[in-house]
């Protein structure tokens, strides 16, 4: 059986990099909480997600992961068809193999922020 990484790293390359929504069923539980404020929750609330996100052709960049049991915690750069970059962490709950819960942080359209330390943001 895959590791809860495993599954997390397969679900990130075929539906946010290969933009397969045909995938969603086979990854995101049926009762998908979710703590994004502006996505809804469910199942249901991540098609319409999808529909919204992969609009906008996303590649993420996985800069690291990590699994802590049933917790998967993921940092990477996403890069937007307009050419904005994203600086984002996503934290996953599974169940039974499944994406059971969503929390996130977003840093917004850092492409082109200097850092004062001259340390890369990613």
């Known amino acids: 059986m895959a590791s809860n990484k495993e599954i997390v790293l397969k679900f990130y390359d075929e539906f946010f990099n290969k933009w397969d929504k045909s995938v969603i069923d086979n990854y995101i539980a049926e009762d998908y909480i979710q703590h994004n404020p502006d996505v809804a929750a469910g199942r249901a609330g991540f098609y319409d997600f999808a529909d919204k996100f992969l609009a906008?052709?996303?590649?993420?960049?996985?800069?690291?992961?990590?699994?802590?049991?049933?917790?998967?915690?993921?940092?990477?750069?996403?890069?937007?068809?307009?050419?904005?970059?994203?600086?984002v962490v996503d934290i996953y709950r599974l169940e039974d193999g499944m994406l059971a819960e969503h929390w996130d942080v977003v840093n917004h359209n850092v492409g082109g922020i200097k850092s004062v330390s001259g340390n890369s943001l990613f």
């Open 56 to 87: 906008l052709e996303p590649h993420m960049d996985i800069k690291l992961i990590a699994e802590d049991g049933d917790i998967v915690f993921v940092f990477f750069k996403c890069t937007v068809k307009n050419g904005s970059v994203n600086k």
